[in-house]
Nanobody, 123 residues
Framework: VQLQASGGGYVQAGGSLRLSCAAS????????VGWFRQAPGKKREGVSA????????YYADSVKGRFTISKISAKNTVYLQMNSLKPEDTAVYYC?????????????????WGQGTQVTVSS
């Protein structure tokens, strides 16, 4: 299983970015896929997760109403649309997959991790 995250970059506060997570060696449809982030000196934080297997979604309180997670099955890709970005959203963002159909916000519940993509939001 390989997960490839992309789409990070540098943006001013209030701007938008869309992250992509493409998978090989696995089909997303049966498993939960999550986005986590880690800022320097901070713990890895669950941002959002999706599972079409049981219809569950998760959003951290800090991103509700600003971030949207979605999936295109034909492309086996999960997206994280990030709007109204804030400087506190600055972090390395990782996509991850767990061998289960239910989303979780805890990193230890996930089995595979992509390499991360940097998101920097300037004030």
């Amino acid at each position: 299983v390989q997960l490839q995250a992309s789409g990070g970059g540098y943006v001013q506060a209030g701007g938008s970015l869309r992250l992509s997570c493409a998978a090989s060696g696995v089909t997303f449809d049966r498993y939960a896929v999550g986005w986590f982030r880690q800022a320097p000196g901070k713990k890895r934080e669950g941002v959002s997760a999706i599972s079409d297997a049981d219809g569950s979604r998760y959003y951290a309180d800090s991103v509700k109403g600003r971030f949207t997670i979605s999936k295109i099955s034909a492309k086996n890709t999960v997206y994280l649309q990030m709007n109204s970005l804030k400087p506190e959203d600055t972090a390395v963002y990782y996509c991850t997959l767990r061998w289960g159909s239910t989303v979780h916000k805890v990193a230890e519940r996930y089995n595979y991790w992509g390499q991360g993509t940097q998101v920097t939001v300037s004030s």
